[in-house]
């Protein structure tokens, strides 16, 4: 089992289309009420593709990478279109941004297959953010005739960089590169102490993969990988070894090489409603000692609030993860087969707790 959503979008042969199909909202009239900026229009953002110019503080921003609305929202922005990615987050909103978004859902105008330059057009939009998403000069170029677009950093891999980079560079295009430093310096030090609360997690061996027809794990510069590690835990190094030009942040395990998943906590995903049957049902994976003795976690990779959040790796969904995966993870690491393990909410669920 491939993670079909998750590997789509870390995959740099990703292909986005041109589609002049309509939206699946209509237009908005007025643009949303926006914060005061910090930096002086105009400003240049240098990135893959080349710079842009943007004129002056944006009011109407569109976002067609899939996560990047979440960090236009961090920054106090409400986008005017965005990407939807997981087919659960209808209109693309997860529910750590619900808060940040408010109960009205933007057009869409991008998913993981297609940018739609029509409905992106159709926003009026003056800055549209392509960050978290394929480097298609094509795409780029129809873009750029509608509005100054930002891609990615240079020197990064198309849906390979960090939430820092990210949050960097869209600051830098919304003219809040000191709102997007101070918000860094918050999350990572959200991070910190839960490191810091868990010195249980620090040396332990962790592995974040899928089972199934085709299993593998997310290396450690995944950013599930890296998400892990910034908690103490260590991917085992020959599930690093395994790392191609190709194949670099998800590599396949053959089941011959099972026991790679023998590690002190396992984060298992699967595309069930009930992962953790599926894999008890397995042979071969239900008999690892982690599974028998409760030192697993299971997702569902396409409903699940954890992995999307994992996904995102935003600075809304991080604090998400934060406080509701990490002490799953306690559980988990505590030692102890007895402790109950948290079970992971569905996005129907936490979107139901986070309507309104």
């Avoid at 976002?63 to 990615?85: M, Q, Y």
């Avoid at 750590?96 to 998913?111: D, K, Q």
């Avoid at 873009?143 to 960089?161: N, W």
């Avoid at 993870?329 to 936490?350: I, K, M, R, W």
């Amino acid at each position: 089992m491939i993670p079909r959503l998750l590997r789509l979008a870390t995959a740099a042969a990703a292909v986005v289309a041109l589609t002049v199909g309509c939206s699946s909202g209509g237009g908005t009239d007025a643009p949303a009420a926006q914060a005061p900026t910090g930096d002086t229009f105009p400003v240049t953002v240098a990135h893959k593709l080349g710079s842009t110019v943007i004129p002056a503080a944006p009011q109407r921003v569109v976002t067609v990478g899939l996560r990047d609305h979440d960090f236009v929202l961090a920054l106090g922005v409400k986008p005017v279109g965005v990407a939807e990615w997981y087919p659960e987050l209808k209109g693309g909103i997860g529910p750590w941004a619900r808060e940040a978004m408010g109960p009205e859902n933007p057009p869409v105008v991008a998913t993981i297959d297609a940018v739609n330059i029509e409905a992106v057009a159709a926003q009026s939009p003056d800055l549209i953010i392509s960050v978290y998403g394929a480097a298609d000069k094509a795409v780029y170029d129809k873009l750029s005739q509608i509005a100054p677009t930002v891609a990615a950093p240079e020197g990064t891999e198309d849906y390979a960089l960090s939430w820092q980079q990210e949050l960097d560079q869209v600051g830098k295009a919304l003219g809040r590169s000191a709102q997007a430093r101070t918000l860094t310096a918050d999350t990572e030090r959200k991070l910190a102490d839960a490191k810091a609360a868990h010195p249980e997690f620090a040396g332990k061996s962790a592995i974040y993969g899928g089972l199934g027809g085709e299993p593998g794990a997310y290396t450690s510069t995944d950013q599930r990988g890296r998400f892990l590690t910034s908690l103490g835990f260590r991917i085992p190094e020959s599930v690093d070894k395994l790392a191609t030009a190709e194949e670099a942040y998800f590599v396949g395990i053959s089941k011959e090489n099972y026991r790679e998943f023998d590690t002190d906590v396992a984060v298992l995903i699967g595309d069930t409603a009930d992962p953790a049957a599926a894999v008890r049902a397995e042979p071969l994976y239900g008999r690892l000692a982690n599974v028998t003795q409760g030192r697993a976690l299971f997702l569902d990779e396409l409903n699940g609030a954890w992995s999307a959040a994992l996904s995102y790796d935003s600075p809304l969904s991080l604090p998400y993860v934060v406080d509701g995966f990490v002490p799953a993870l306690g559980a988990a690491a505590d030692g102890n087969p007895a402790t109950a393990v948290p079970a992971e909410p569905s996005l129907a669920t936490a979107n139901a707790a986070n309507a309104g």
